[in-house]
């Protein structure tokens, strides 16, 4: 019998990672390239279905043999036309993307990204066990993705799962790139994690920070991390406070989703030491008691590959092959 793939599509601001991968989700080839944004959308466009004949043509396999291409795009689709309502960083505002790559004459799925890697990590990673689950990603934002049932959960305009914009602190002077003020992701994210850093190190306060930075605009996220793990007092409070906010939002999906698991990736990921006690002790004094108990706080596992994985999860959840 002839043996059939899938493709999955990671289309970043600053990269495209494109594998090809077996119905088992196993990576055989993969292509990236630089967007190269500023080029122009024909020009990313293009690159798209450059990447994904080279990875075809490295396994040495026909188009012919791919059964479907999954799409990860960072922002709001919409799913059945085939369209990308928004990209921050790229110029495909309310572009087709299923029509843009019809010559590759293979069914395209697309997803948000968020999703997608929500779709990764529950087939391929820390969910594998899960039926309802909520993937969440803290970086320079958070992101998330909402799956019930095993499936991801899209809502009415296939953007369900915009955890980050929960108004967490009503009163905040902390607006978020959305607008709104006090959004989860305004707050607790590595961008307000840095910003704290930022601020102690700029109020003088005696801090291992500054010992650690040549001036206060180098204050990061890792910054703060590592002053915290070196037993910094002014870090660990900000690390504190950060975690404390994490554990107020994963509360409230708790209280939401009653999931039986909720797989945390993106950069927090790699602190997830310092902060996991003071997250599990708010989730604790915060949600239901019941649900609490249904939960596993685990880790997500795939690290950079969860675009790519997420895209070939989503090409095989949508021919209804998992
Ligand atoms: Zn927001």
Redesign the pocket.
């Known amino acids: 019998m002839q043996k059939e793939y899938v493709v999955g599509v990671d289309l970043g601001g600053t990269k495209i990672l494109t594998a090809v991968a077996d119905l088992e989700g196993n990576i055989l080839a993969r292509v990236r390239k630089d967007t190269e944004a500023k080029k122009g959308k024909e020009v990313v466009i293009q690159k798209i279905k450059d990447t994904v004949y080279e990875a075809v043509q490295e396994v040495g396999i026909e188009l012919s043999q791919v059964k479907g291409i999954g799409l990860g795009v960072p922002g709001p689709v919409d799913i059945k036309k085939g369209i990308i309502k928004h990209t921050p960083n790229l110029d495909l505002d309310n572009i087709n993307i299923v029509e843009e790559l019809r010559e590759l004459d293979t069914p395209i799925f697309l997803e948000n990204d968020a999703n997608a890697a929500a779709l990764g990590e529950k087939w391929f990673g820390a969910g594998k066990e899960a039926e309802n689950m909520v993937y969440m990603t803290v970086s320079t934002g958070i992101g998330g993705g909402i799956i019930i049932n095993k499936e991801i959960f899209h809502g009415a305009g296939d953007a369900a799962g915009e955890i980050?914009?929960m108004t967490i602190l009503p009163d905040s002077k902390l607006q978020?790139?959305?607008?709104?003020y006090g959004?989860w992701?305004?707050i607790a994210s590595g961008t307000a994690l840095s910003k704290l850093g930022k601020e102690a190190v700029e109020s003088g306060k005696d801090t291992l920070m500054s010992d650690l930075v040549a001036d206060s605009t180098k204050v990061n996220g890792a910054v703060v991390a590592k002053a915290a793990e070196q037993g910094d007092k002014v870090a660990k409070e900000i690390m504190d406070k950060i975690a404390g906010y994490l554990g107020i939002g994963m509360a409230n999906l708790i209280n939401i989703f009653n999931p039986d698991t909720i797989v945390i990736g993106g950069g927090v990921s790699q602190s997830w030491g310092l902060i996991e006690d003071k997250v599990n002790s708010t989730i604790q004094a915060r949600a239901m008691d019941s649900l609490v108990e249904d939960v596993d706080v685990v880790i997500a596992e795939l690290g950079s590959d969860v675009g790519v994985l997420g895209a070939v999860a989503t090409a095989l959840a949508e021919l209804d092959l998992f």
Do not use: L
Request: hydrophobic share 10%; net charge negative.
């Open positions: 980050g914009h978020c790139g959305c607008g709104n959004c992701e305004a």
